[in-house]
């Protein structure tokens, strides 16, 4: 799945169970979700969480074939953030305005579109911060077909993975 990162917060329903706060974690090629809720097959490390469930390369149809319904990247990785990105921190939330390979211009943190300062991505890391994926209505998800099996995903995930338009 273009676009599934390690680390990335996830919110789904995995065999009908409603998973609120899941990570995103590799090994060997293979993705898992990692949450408190559901146990699956494991991978190493889980992240501090009690299980993890695979969903192979995270793909519409492994999704579905893995009981993994209404999948959606909530944050991910602040390595990411591009132009007009909303990131956030455990303290502030800043608007990318712009960025130059590993230097992130950031706005004010009451004017969003207002220039404040320029920093490395070391720094946003540094201070907590992550690419906050815009929350979405139920009534936002699109039907993904493949192979005969469909699954609900959100349009956003959807878009962000290249599997509509």
């Given at each position: 799945?273009?676009?599934?990162?390690?680390?990335?917060?996830?919110?789904?329903?995995?065999?009908?169970?409603?998973?609120?706060?899941?990570?995103?974690?590799?090994?060997?090629?293979?993705?898992?979700?990692?949450?408190?809720?559901?146990?699956?097959?494991?991978?190493?490390?889980?992240?501090?969480?009690?299980?993890?469930?695979?969903?192979?390369?995270?793909?519409?149809?492994?999704?579905?074939?893995?009981?993994?319904?209404?999948?959606?990247?909530?944050?991910?990785?602040?390595?990411?953030?591009?132009?007009?990105?909303?990131?956030?921190?455990?303290?502030?939330?800043?608007?990318?305005?712009?960025?130059?390979?590993?230097?992130?211009?950031?706005?004010?943190?009451?004017?969003?579109?207002?220039?404040?300062?320029?920093?490395?991505?070391?720094?946003?890391?540094?201070?907590?911060?992550?690419?906050?994926?815009?929350?979405?209505?139920?009534?936002?998800?699109?039907?993904?077909v493949v192979d005969g099996v469909t699954t609900k995903i959100s349009r956003k995930s959807a878009l962000a993975l290249n599997l509509i338009?």
């Open positions: 799945m273009k676009g599934l990162k390690v680390g990335a917060k996830v919110k789904c329903f995995i065999a009908r169970v409603k998973i609120e706060d899941g990570t995103i974690q590799e090994k060997d090629g293979m993705f898992y979700i990692c949450q408190n809720k559901i146990d699956g097959e494991r991978c190493k490390d889980i992240l501090g969480y009690k299980y993890s469930w695979r969903i192979g390369s995270g793909s519409a149809k492994e999704l579905s074939e893995e009981s993994v319904t209404e999948f959606r990247i909530i944050i991910s990785d602040i390595e990411d953030a591009q132009e007009g990105d909303i990131i956030v921190s455990p303290k502030y939330k800043r608007k990318v305005l712009g960025r130059i390979g590993k230097i992130i211009f950031a706005s004010c943190l009451d004017k969003l579109e207002e220039y404040s300062f320029a920093s490395s991505l070391i720094f946003f890391k540094r201070n907590g911060y992550k690419i906050e994926v815009p929350k979405e209505e139920e009534d936002d998800m699109v039907d993904i338009k």
